[in-house]
Protein backbone atom coordinates (compact mmCIF):
# COMPACT_ATOMS: atom_id res chain seq x y z
CA UNK A 1 0.00 0.00 0.00
CA UNK A 2 1.14 3.40 -0.87
CA UNK A 3 1.10 6.06 2.55
CA UNK A 4 2.60 9.21 1.27
CA UNK A 5 2.76 11.28 4.48
CA UNK A 6 2.25 14.97 4.04
CA UNK A 7 4.25 17.84 6.06
CA UNK A 8 2.35 20.95 4.70
CA UNK A 9 -0.17 21.97 2.49
CA UNK A 10 2.54 21.91 -0.87
CA UNK A 11 2.91 17.93 -0.31
CA UNK A 12 -1.35 17.65 -0.04
CA UNK A 13 -1.51 19.54 -3.13
CA UNK A 14 1.84 17.55 -4.97
CA UNK A 15 -0.03 14.22 -3.57
CA UNK A 16 -3.59 15.03 -5.60
CA UNK A 17 -2.22 15.79 -8.50
CA UNK A 18 -0.14 12.57 -9.13
CA UNK A 19 -3.10 10.55 -7.86
CA UNK A 20 -5.02 12.77 -10.38
CA UNK A 21 -2.40 12.36 -13.22
CA UNK A 22 -1.91 8.44 -12.53
CA UNK A 23 -5.87 8.38 -11.76
CA UNK A 24 -5.62 7.03 -8.85
CA UNK A 25 -8.03 7.67 -5.84
CA UNK A 26 -6.88 8.24 -2.69
CA UNK A 27 -7.91 7.72 1.06
CA UNK A 28 -8.04 10.30 3.59
CA UNK A 29 -6.59 9.14 6.82
CA UNK A 30 -5.50 11.27 10.31
CA UNK A 31 -5.12 8.69 12.80
CA UNK A 32 -7.52 6.06 11.03
CA UNK A 33 -10.08 5.53 14.22
CA UNK A 34 -13.06 6.34 11.79
CA UNK A 35 -11.61 3.98 8.74
CA UNK A 36 -14.72 1.22 9.51
CA UNK A 37 -17.54 3.76 9.12
CA UNK A 38 -18.99 4.27 5.21
CA UNK A 39 -18.25 2.04 2.68
CA UNK A 40 -14.64 0.20 1.87
CA UNK A 41 -13.15 2.30 -0.83
CA UNK A 42 -11.15 0.08 -3.77
CA UNK A 43 -7.73 2.09 -3.13
CA UNK A 44 -4.06 1.06 -2.69
CA UNK A 45 -3.14 4.77 -2.16
CA UNK A 46 -3.37 6.46 1.47
CA UNK A 47 -2.86 10.00 1.77
CA UNK A 48 -1.71 10.27 5.78
CA UNK A 49 -2.32 13.80 6.89
CA UNK A 50 -1.45 12.62 10.75
CA UNK A 51 1.86 14.87 10.80
CA UNK A 52 0.19 18.15 10.02
CA UNK A 53 -0.65 18.37 13.77
CA UNK A 54 0.62 21.82 15.26
CA UNK A 55 -1.60 24.16 16.96
CA UNK A 56 -0.93 27.27 15.11
CA UNK A 57 -3.56 30.15 17.05
CA UNK A 58 -5.20 29.91 20.44
CA UNK A 59 -6.52 33.11 21.69
CA UNK A 60 -8.76 31.97 24.98
CA UNK A 61 -10.25 35.68 25.19
CA UNK A 62 -11.21 36.13 21.81
CA UNK A 63 -12.38 31.91 21.76
CA UNK A 64 -11.22 30.69 18.84
CA UNK A 65 -8.16 28.28 17.97
CA UNK A 66 -6.75 27.29 15.00
CA UNK A 67 -5.21 24.09 14.31
CA UNK A 68 -3.59 21.58 11.55
CA UNK A 69 -6.34 18.96 10.84
CA UNK A 70 -3.68 16.04 11.80
CA UNK A 71 -4.11 17.56 15.33
CA UNK A 72 -4.73 14.97 17.82
CA UNK A 73 -8.35 15.75 19.09
CA UNK A 74 -7.65 14.24 22.69
CA UNK A 75 -4.26 17.04 23.04
CA UNK A 76 -6.47 19.90 21.67
CA UNK A 77 -9.47 19.13 24.17
CA UNK A 78 -6.67 19.07 26.57
CA UNK A 79 -5.55 22.57 25.27
CA UNK A 80 -8.75 24.07 25.73
CA UNK A 81 -9.72 22.75 29.06
CA UNK A 82 -6.22 23.82 30.31
CA UNK A 83 -7.94 27.11 30.06
CA UNK A 84 -11.56 26.00 31.61
CA UNK A 85 -13.05 25.77 27.65
CA UNK A 86 -14.53 23.33 25.17
CA UNK A 87 -16.38 22.46 22.08
CA UNK A 88 -19.72 22.97 23.05
CA UNK A 89 -21.02 20.80 19.90
CA UNK A 90 -19.43 17.47 22.34
CA UNK A 91 -17.82 15.80 19.43
CA UNK A 92 -18.47 12.04 19.76
CA UNK A 93 -15.94 9.55 20.72
CA UNK A 94 -16.80 6.75 18.30
CA UNK A 95 -13.86 4.94 19.50
CA UNK A 96 -16.24 3.21 22.03
CA UNK A 97 -18.57 2.38 19.50
CA UNK A 98 -15.83 1.20 17.03
CA UNK A 99 -13.64 -0.52 19.13
CA UNK A 100 -10.53 1.41 18.46
CA UNK A 101 -7.74 3.50 20.63
CA UNK A 102 -7.82 6.99 20.35
CA UNK A 103 -10.08 9.43 19.44
CA UNK A 104 -8.32 10.66 15.62
CA UNK A 105 -8.03 13.85 14.89
CA UNK A 106 -9.44 17.28 14.76
CA UNK A 107 -10.16 17.08 10.46
CA UNK A 108 -11.53 13.63 11.31
CA UNK A 109 -14.19 15.48 14.07
CA UNK A 110 -15.25 17.96 11.23
CA UNK A 111 -15.55 15.24 8.70
CA UNK A 112 -17.69 12.84 10.61
CA UNK A 113 -19.36 15.82 12.06
CA UNK A 114 -20.92 13.82 14.63
CA UNK A 115 -22.12 16.31 18.14
CA UNK A 116 -22.99 15.08 21.08
CA UNK A 117 -26.30 15.82 23.37
CA UNK A 118 -25.74 19.91 23.75
CA UNK A 119 -26.32 20.07 19.93
CA UNK A 120 -29.76 20.74 20.50
CA UNK A 121 -28.63 24.36 22.36
CA UNK A 122 -25.42 24.78 20.68
CA UNK A 123 -25.41 23.65 17.35
CA UNK A 124 -23.02 21.26 15.39
CA UNK A 125 -19.76 20.93 14.62
CA UNK A 126 -20.77 23.04 11.25
CA UNK A 127 -21.67 25.45 13.39
CA UNK A 128 -18.39 26.09 14.97
CA UNK A 129 -16.50 25.66 12.28
CA UNK A 130 -15.31 29.75 11.41
CA UNK A 131 -12.67 29.02 9.09
CA UNK A 132 -10.84 25.86 6.64
CA UNK A 133 -7.60 25.63 4.84
CA UNK A 134 -7.89 22.67 2.17
CA UNK A 135 -6.86 21.13 -0.88
CA UNK A 136 -9.41 20.59 -3.21
CA UNK A 137 -9.74 17.45 -5.85
CA UNK A 138 -8.27 19.80 -8.39
CA UNK A 139 -4.92 19.82 -6.53
CA UNK A 140 -5.79 23.36 -5.58
CA UNK A 141 -5.70 24.98 -2.23
CA UNK A 142 -7.93 27.11 -0.97
CA UNK A 143 -9.30 28.83 2.13
CA UNK A 144 -12.64 29.67 3.31
CA UNK A 145 -14.21 31.72 6.40
CA UNK A 146 -11.99 33.29 8.57
CA UNK A 147 -10.58 33.80 12.29
CA UNK A 148 -13.67 35.85 13.56
CA UNK A 149 -17.34 34.89 14.38
CA UNK A 150 -18.74 37.32 12.28
CA UNK A 151 -17.54 36.87 9.08
CA UNK A 152 -18.52 38.21 5.42
CA UNK A 153 -15.43 37.00 3.26
CA UNK A 154 -17.89 35.50 0.90
CA UNK A 155 -19.40 31.80 0.18
CA UNK A 156 -19.35 30.09 3.71
CA UNK A 157 -18.04 27.17 2.05
CA UNK A 158 -16.02 25.50 5.13
CA UNK A 159 -19.80 24.08 6.48
CA UNK A 160 -19.70 21.65 3.36
CA UNK A 161 -16.39 20.39 4.96
CA UNK A 162 -18.31 19.27 7.61
CA UNK A 163 -19.74 15.86 7.98
CA UNK A 164 -18.58 15.09 3.92
CA UNK A 165 -16.11 12.21 5.38
CA UNK A 166 -13.27 13.65 3.17
CA UNK A 167 -15.29 13.27 -0.13
CA UNK A 168 -15.17 17.19 -1.00
CA UNK A 169 -11.40 18.44 -0.06
CA UNK A 170 -8.36 17.63 2.13
CA UNK A 171 -8.46 19.86 5.25
CA UNK A 172 -4.82 21.44 6.40
CA UNK A 173 -6.13 23.73 9.10
CA UNK A 174 -8.76 24.78 10.34
CA UNK A 175 -10.34 27.84 13.03
CA UNK A 176 -12.86 26.47 15.36
CA UNK A 177 -15.04 28.57 18.19
CA UNK A 178 -14.75 27.79 21.53
CA UNK A 179 -16.61 28.34 24.63
CA UNK A 180 -16.38 28.70 28.68
CA UNK A 181 -17.25 25.67 30.14
CA UNK A 182 -20.16 25.70 32.66
CA UNK A 183 -19.70 26.61 36.00
CA UNK A 184 -22.12 23.56 37.14
CA UNK A 185 -24.75 20.69 35.89
CA UNK A 186 -27.75 19.45 36.98
CA UNK A 187 -29.02 16.38 35.54
CA UNK A 188 -33.09 15.75 36.51
CA UNK A 189 -33.93 12.25 35.90
CA UNK A 190 -37.84 10.41 35.77
CA UNK A 191 -37.81 6.84 36.28
CA UNK A 192 -40.16 4.36 34.48
CA UNK A 193 -41.75 6.10 31.81
CA UNK A 194 -42.35 4.77 28.19
CA UNK A 195 -40.22 5.67 24.93
CA UNK A 196 -43.50 7.59 23.92
CA UNK A 197 -44.14 9.17 27.63
CA UNK A 198 -40.55 10.01 27.80
CA UNK A 199 -41.06 11.65 24.32
CA UNK A 200 -43.27 13.74 25.51
CA UNK A 201 -41.59 14.49 28.68
CA UNK A 202 -38.43 15.69 27.08
CA UNK A 203 -40.65 17.66 24.50
CA UNK A 204 -42.07 19.66 27.68
CA UNK A 205 -38.56 20.14 29.32
CA UNK A 206 -37.16 21.54 25.85
CA UNK A 207 -40.13 23.94 25.26
CA UNK A 208 -39.68 24.91 29.03
CA UNK A 209 -37.91 28.52 29.60
CA UNK A 210 -35.04 26.25 31.53
CA UNK A 211 -32.63 26.13 28.83
CA UNK A 212 -32.48 22.40 28.73
CA UNK A 213 -28.82 21.33 27.17
CA UNK A 214 -29.53 17.58 27.20
CA UNK A 215 -32.52 15.41 27.14
CA UNK A 216 -32.33 11.55 26.76
CA UNK A 217 -33.88 8.64 27.33
CA UNK A 218 -33.01 4.86 27.78
CA UNK A 219 -35.40 2.02 27.83
CA UNK A 220 -34.56 -0.59 30.38
CA UNK A 221 -33.27 -3.20 28.28
CA UNK A 222 -30.08 -1.23 27.49
CA UNK A 223 -28.98 -1.45 30.81
CA UNK A 224 -27.94 -4.73 30.48
CA UNK A 225 -25.11 -4.08 28.19
CA UNK A 226 -24.20 -0.43 29.69
CA UNK A 227 -20.84 -0.22 32.19
CA UNK A 228 -19.44 2.58 34.42
CA UNK A 229 -22.23 5.58 35.76
CA UNK A 230 -25.13 4.57 33.13
CA UNK A 231 -24.90 0.64 34.81
CA UNK A 232 -25.23 2.36 38.09
CA UNK A 233 -27.90 4.38 37.37
CA UNK A 234 -30.04 1.84 35.74
CA UNK A 235 -29.13 -0.77 39.10
CA UNK A 236 -33.42 -0.80 39.20
CA UNK A 237 -33.94 -1.99 36.04
CA UNK A 238 -36.30 0.88 35.13
CA UNK A 239 -36.02 3.19 32.50
CA UNK A 240 -34.76 6.83 32.97
CA UNK A 241 -35.44 9.50 31.16
CA UNK A 242 -32.49 12.77 31.35
CA UNK A 243 -32.82 16.18 31.17
CA UNK A 244 -29.61 18.37 31.70
CA UNK A 245 -29.40 22.05 32.86
CA UNK A 246 -25.75 23.63 32.64
CA UNK A 247 -24.86 27.44 33.73
CA UNK A 248 -23.92 29.71 36.68
CA UNK A 249 -24.75 27.45 40.11
CA UNK A 250 -27.33 29.59 41.62
CA UNK A 251 -28.96 29.38 38.15
CA UNK A 252 -28.26 26.05 38.20
CA UNK A 253 -30.25 25.49 41.05
CA UNK A 254 -33.33 27.35 40.52
CA UNK A 255 -34.20 26.27 37.08
CA UNK A 256 -33.61 22.41 38.56
CA UNK A 257 -36.08 23.32 41.24
CA UNK A 258 -38.58 24.97 38.79
CA UNK A 259 -38.23 22.14 35.90
CA UNK A 260 -38.87 19.57 38.67
CA UNK A 261 -42.15 21.21 39.45
CA UNK A 262 -43.25 21.46 35.49
CA UNK A 263 -42.17 18.00 34.93
CA UNK A 264 -44.36 16.49 38.36
CA UNK A 265 -47.18 15.01 36.21
CA UNK A 266 -44.26 12.49 34.43
CA UNK A 267 -43.14 10.98 38.24
CA UNK A 268 -40.98 11.91 40.77
CA UNK A 269 -37.77 13.54 39.75
CA UNK A 270 -34.68 12.72 41.18
CA UNK A 271 -31.09 14.83 40.68
CA UNK A 272 -27.78 13.80 39.86
CA UNK A 273 -24.87 16.95 39.89
CA UNK A 274 -22.06 18.20 38.26
CA UNK A 275 -19.27 14.99 38.23
CA UNK A 276 -21.61 12.67 38.82
CA UNK A 277 -23.74 14.17 35.64
CA UNK A 278 -20.70 15.20 33.64
CA UNK A 279 -20.06 10.80 33.58
CA UNK A 280 -23.53 9.85 32.58
CA UNK A 281 -23.33 12.70 29.65
CA UNK A 282 -20.47 11.24 28.56
CA UNK A 283 -21.26 7.59 28.02
CA UNK A 284 -24.65 9.16 26.58
CA UNK A 285 -22.57 10.94 24.14
CA UNK A 286 -20.56 7.75 23.69
CA UNK A 287 -23.47 5.16 23.19
CA UNK A 288 -21.66 3.41 25.95
CA UNK A 289 -24.29 0.69 26.06
CA UNK A 290 -23.71 -0.50 22.73
CA UNK A 291 -19.43 -0.63 23.12
CA UNK A 292 -17.51 -2.87 20.97
CA UNK A 293 -16.24 -4.53 24.29
CA UNK A 294 -19.84 -5.25 25.77
CA UNK A 295 -22.69 -7.56 25.05
CA UNK A 296 -24.18 -5.65 22.09
CA UNK A 297 -20.27 -5.54 20.66
CA UNK A 298 -20.94 -7.90 17.56
CA UNK A 299 -24.37 -5.96 16.46
CA UNK A 300 -25.16 -3.62 13.69
CA UNK A 301 -25.63 -0.46 14.99
CA UNK A 302 -27.64 2.54 13.14
CA UNK A 303 -27.61 6.23 13.86
CA UNK A 304 -30.87 7.77 12.78
CA UNK A 305 -32.31 11.56 13.10
CA UNK A 306 -35.64 12.23 12.82
CA UNK A 307 -38.44 14.98 13.86
CA UNK A 308 -37.85 14.81 17.72
CA UNK A 309 -41.77 14.65 18.00
CA UNK A 310 -41.65 11.25 16.08
CA UNK A 311 -38.76 9.57 18.02
CA UNK A 312 -40.46 7.33 20.59
CA UNK A 313 -42.61 5.86 18.61
CA UNK A 314 -39.86 5.20 15.84
CA UNK A 315 -38.12 3.83 18.41
CA UNK A 316 -40.35 1.90 19.93
CA UNK A 317 -41.33 0.46 16.34
CA UNK A 318 -37.76 -0.45 15.78
CA UNK A 319 -36.96 -2.31 18.62
CA UNK A 320 -40.54 -4.53 18.48
CA UNK A 321 -39.79 -5.38 15.03
CA UNK A 322 -35.74 -6.00 15.25
CA UNK A 323 -35.36 -7.47 18.34
CA UNK A 324 -32.51 -4.74 19.08
CA UNK A 325 -32.31 -1.97 21.64
CA UNK A 326 -32.65 1.92 21.03
CA UNK A 327 -31.22 4.80 22.83
CA UNK A 328 -33.28 8.23 22.25
CA UNK A 329 -30.78 11.79 22.52
CA UNK A 330 -31.63 15.32 21.00
CA UNK A 331 -34.95 14.85 22.64
CA UNK A 332 -35.79 12.03 20.59
CA UNK A 333 -34.30 13.67 17.45
CA UNK A 334 -31.30 11.46 17.35
CA UNK A 335 -31.65 7.37 17.94
CA UNK A 336 -29.31 5.06 18.78
CA UNK A 337 -30.58 1.63 17.34
CA UNK A 338 -28.99 -1.95 17.84
CA UNK A 339 -29.96 -4.81 15.94
CA UNK A 340 -29.39 -8.51 15.98
CA UNK A 341 -26.92 -9.45 12.81
CA UNK A 342 -28.17 -10.27 9.70
CA UNK A 343 -27.27 -10.15 6.28
CA UNK A 344 -28.36 -6.70 5.66
CA UNK A 345 -27.97 -5.08 9.20
CA UNK A 346 -32.23 -4.90 9.12
CA UNK A 347 -31.07 -1.77 6.18
CA UNK A 348 -34.82 -2.52 4.64
CA UNK A 349 -36.68 -2.35 7.57
CA UNK A 350 -34.81 0.56 8.90
CA UNK A 351 -35.08 2.33 5.78
CA UNK A 352 -38.85 1.88 5.29
CA UNK A 353 -39.47 3.16 9.04
CA UNK A 354 -37.23 5.57 8.87
CA UNK A 355 -38.58 7.39 5.35
CA UNK A 356 -42.23 6.86 7.11
CA UNK A 357 -41.11 9.15 9.75
CA UNK A 358 -39.66 11.73 7.58
CA UNK A 359 -36.17 11.12 8.61
CA UNK A 360 -32.67 9.07 8.05
CA UNK A 361 -30.53 6.87 9.27
CA UNK A 362 -26.76 5.87 9.03
CA UNK A 363 -25.14 2.57 9.39
CA UNK A 364 -22.22 4.00 11.87
CA UNK A 365 -20.73 0.12 12.85
CA UNK A 366 -21.09 -3.39 10.86
CA UNK A 367 -18.72 -5.60 9.38
CA UNK A 368 -16.91 -4.96 6.29
CA UNK A 369 -19.05 -7.54 4.26
CA UNK A 370 -22.21 -5.58 5.46
CA UNK A 371 -20.71 -1.99 4.48
CA UNK A 372 -20.21 -3.37 0.67
CA UNK A 373 -23.75 -4.63 0.18
CA UNK A 374 -25.78 -1.85 2.13
CA UNK A 375 -26.04 2.12 1.82
CA UNK A 376 -24.28 3.07 4.62
CA UNK A 377 -25.09 6.63 4.23
CA UNK A 378 -28.85 7.57 3.39
CA UNK A 379 -30.45 7.02 -0.04
CA UNK A 380 -30.82 10.89 -1.43
CA UNK A 381 -33.94 11.68 -3.09
CA UNK A 382 -33.83 12.46 -6.92
CA UNK A 383 -33.51 16.55 -6.96
CA UNK A 384 -31.29 16.42 -3.15
CA UNK A 385 -28.67 13.82 -4.82
CA UNK A 386 -28.43 15.90 -8.28
CA UNK A 387 -27.69 18.88 -5.87
CA UNK A 388 -25.17 17.02 -3.84
CA UNK A 389 -23.08 15.76 -6.95
CA UNK A 390 -22.86 18.96 -8.42
CA UNK A 391 -21.31 20.02 -5.16
CA UNK A 392 -19.17 16.93 -5.03
CA UNK A 393 -18.41 17.94 -8.88
CA UNK A 394 -16.85 21.43 -8.05
CA UNK A 395 -14.50 20.58 -5.65
CA UNK A 396 -13.83 17.09 -7.11
CA UNK A 397 -14.48 16.21 -10.53
CA UNK A 398 -12.13 13.32 -10.86
CA UNK A 399 -13.42 11.70 -7.64
CA UNK A 400 -9.93 11.26 -6.02
CA UNK A 401 -10.58 12.08 -2.59
CA UNK A 402 -12.50 8.73 -0.13
CA UNK A 403 -14.12 7.64 -3.69
CA UNK A 404 -16.64 5.38 -2.91
CA UNK A 405 -16.95 6.07 0.74
CA UNK A 406 -20.58 7.30 1.22
CA UNK A 407 -21.88 6.30 -2.51
CA UNK A 408 -21.98 2.91 -2.73
CA UNK A 409 -22.43 2.98 -6.32
CA UNK A 410 -18.88 4.67 -7.01
CA UNK A 411 -17.39 1.92 -4.47
CA UNK A 412 -15.15 0.06 -7.22
Not at 342 to 362: E, F, I, M, S
Request: net charge neutral.
Amino acid sequence: MDTPRVRDARDVEEVVRAAIASEQPLEIIGHGTRRAIGHPMATNAVLDVSALNAVSAYEPNELIITVQAGAPLADVQSLIDSKNQQFAFEPMDTSVLLGVSGNGTIGGMIGAGLAGPRRIRAGGARDHLLGAHAVSGFGDSFKTGGRVVKNVTGYDLCKLLAGSWGTLAVMTEVTLKVMPKPESERTLMLSGLDDVTANRAMTAALGSPYDVSGAAHLPSSVFGSAAGALARLGATGRALTLLRLEGIAASVADRAGSLGKALAAFGAVEMLQDGASAAVWAEIRDVEPFAASGARGLWPVWRIVCPPASGGALGQVLARESEGDVIYDWGGGLIWAAMPSKPDAQAALVRARVDAAGGHAALIRASEQVRRNVDVFHPQAGGLAALSERVRHSFDPKVVLNRGRMLRRTAT
